[in-house]
């Protein structure tokens, strides 16, 4: 493969209508499932390429490389596609923490009890990570 | 909550423009991420009331009692919900296989050194999954 051919990762990914894919990011050596979210085919390409995760922002409409903003990266060990193609499993190194509150997952709300708990505190102040200096 | 109040959990999912969320599904005790599918709300409310994951199958427009052919059904163990409401973590346990090829996990190809590469073989023949006498 010439580092300008496409991946072969694209023509096993099912794109939806709007050309995205859902992308889970997994820290790869706990486990842990940090979040989910969408790439496009360029941003599948940059993180192969790069490997930094790009994702697709849907509210903002453009490439979203993970952590530019608040510095909290997110190293690519491997993509992995599921059986229909439809979604992305991405083993990752995190640096910090995932979730845009400062928690070190998105997923910090469980049902117990039938009632909606919080689980986990955020590990650093939004502030710091979105007005660095 | 009596038992036909609409779960909390409802009211926090933000449902796409199909009535759909984006449901993970991750064996609970190794972390192993089995696979991506879509829950409306009354799939939410099933799976929550009767501790067996119930999906929204898209290509069938129906509910997807997870196993319900097969026997490989999910036992839910905690549901949560991501910090903006529009993707589900579901911690679960697992019987049998996930994935309808007969492997553990629908995220069995991964990308290696510029590859897709098959990282598991199926456990089980699919023809015994799906014609169970």
Redesign the interface.
């Known amino acids: ?1 010439t580092a300008n051919a496409p ?3 694209l023509s ?1 990914i099912s794109f939806n209508a709007d050309g995205l894919v ?1 992308a ?1 990011a ?1 820290q790869h050596n ?4 940090l ?2 979210a969408w790439m496009n085919a360029e941003s599948v390409e940059e993180t ?1 390429r790069t490997g930094q995760v790009c994702y697709f922002s849907r509210s903002r409409g453009k490439l979203w490389r993970k952590g530019e903003t608040s510095g909290q990266i997110q190293s690519l060990v ?7 193609g ?2 992305l ?1 991405l083993l990752v190194d995190q640096k910090g923490v995932a ?3 400062g ?1 070190r997952s ?7 009890d ?3 708990t919080e ?1 986990a505190a955020p590990s650093v102040d939004p502030e710091i990570l979105y007005n660095r200096t």
């Open positions: 493969m991946s072969p990762a096993s859902a889970i997994q706990t486990g842990e499932v979040m989910l192969l491997e993509m992995r596609i599921d059986c229909d439809d979604a499993l979730c845009h509150t928690r998105c997923f910090y709300t469980a049902m117990r039938g009632k909606l689980i």
